[in-house]
């Protein structure tokens, strides 16, 4: 039977100064270190996590300790996260580190997602694809794989997710931005329903359901959400001729434009210009005026398809349609997409294979027997086994498309008309098929 809330709290602050020691010995850079597959362990009363399963739909909180690396964390609080996402299999997890004990960090991160990665067999494209952004100049939350267990019993794979959120602001933009008073404004972007970036008229009820505040929630409608409504104002109402000073003084469009050209070199179904709209990013605000920058979030729909154009649903949100207007910007999408390419390609000095490739091959081999293993899977070994050779496919077709595209570009000012489509990749396993009971 587990201790109660109170006399954990209690615990906790006696204990807290010998955790914060032990964890000092460990960072962040090794919690997300991908070359190996890690273990973190979850203590938390039987009852309660039956009770988190069961309610999948539930945002409930339930205390628990966690184990990572000879670390422990007392009292953390466990609930399930996402949208279509939840499960009572395998639950996909928010880890708060002070939601029962004020200021508590565990190496200097106020919480953690665990994923279930629910939409994506090979569990690889959200961890690639942030890696590339990042490696692209486009600050991402960083992720690696971890084996779960739940009171020891083995809960399968799951991959560690950096939220974003005010310690995430503070590590890339500095810790001024991330001052609890006076720091930054970031916002969630959260999909309700497909969304071009149109204005929706002066009240700004209408920006408050799908930018949510993430930072800074205390301040005045007014001072959350009266620069959107201006920013979006701006957008649709600017002459062309003053599109890129107007709307570049409150939004940081060469970001946006190298953010939109690497998103696209991942065709990334389901991004910024996505199949249903816009989706799957944060919008930061800088406390000193500086314009706003997107950061990106959740691509498990990233490397979908070797020859999706590389103008892809531009022409379907009002703001990638009218930054394509501007040439310097639209340079600035296409450059952004053929370094993007270059580096899916780049070959090592003893391995004639891209960068991705290689990258898919060595992430994958990681957890596959993790994975074969996993009896709370959302997909069996054999569905994991085909959708890994597709993204060696990709891999192995994707960059040659996107350059013969970008090149296309520069001669004829088109996106990509004279390409030829590269064959559709056929499933054909690379390593060993094993039906893991699912």
Known sequence: MSLSLAV????CVIGCALW?????????????????????????????WETLRANFQDDAHYPADMVWNGITVRNVALRQRGFGSRTASKPNLRVDMNRYVSNQRFVGLAALNLDNVYSDASMLRDPIAM????????????????????NDVYSGVYVIVEPVDRTFVSRVYGEAEGELESGGYLFEYRWID??????????????????????????SLTGLYAPIEELIRTINDTPSDRFATEVGRLLDL????????????????DGFAGYYGANNFSLYRFRDGRPAVVIPWDADNALYSPDMPLGYRLSTSVLARRMMEVPVLRQTYVAAATECAQLLRQPAATDARGWLEREIDRLSGKIAASVQADRFALYNYNAFVVEVTRLVAFA????????????????????????????????????ATIDAGQ
């Open 8 to 11: 954990r709290r209690i615990l």
């Open 131 to 150: 890696k590339i952004f990042a490696r692209l100049g486009v600050p991402a939350p960083r992720q690696a794989h971890v084996r779960l267990f739940v």
């Open 20 to 48: 914060a020691s032990t964890a000092a010995a460990q960072t962040q850079d090794d919690l997300f270190d991908d070359t190996r597959l890690q273990d973190v362990h979850l203590r938390i009363n039987e009852r309660d």
């Open 254 to 269: 060469p970001q946006l434009a190298r953010f939109l050209g690497t998103q696209n070199c991942m065709a990334e179904l």
């Open 396 to 431: 192995r077709l994707r960059p040659g498309y996107l350059l013969c595209q970008a090149a296309d570009f520069t001669a004829t000012g088109g996106f990509g008309r004279n390409c030829p489509i590269p064959p559709s990749p056929t499933p054909t396993p690379g390593i």
């Open 194 to 219: 497909e969304y071009d970036f149109s204005y929706m008229g002066p009240s700004l009820a209408a920006y408050v359901g799908i930018f949510r505040a993430q930072t800074r929630d205390t301040d």
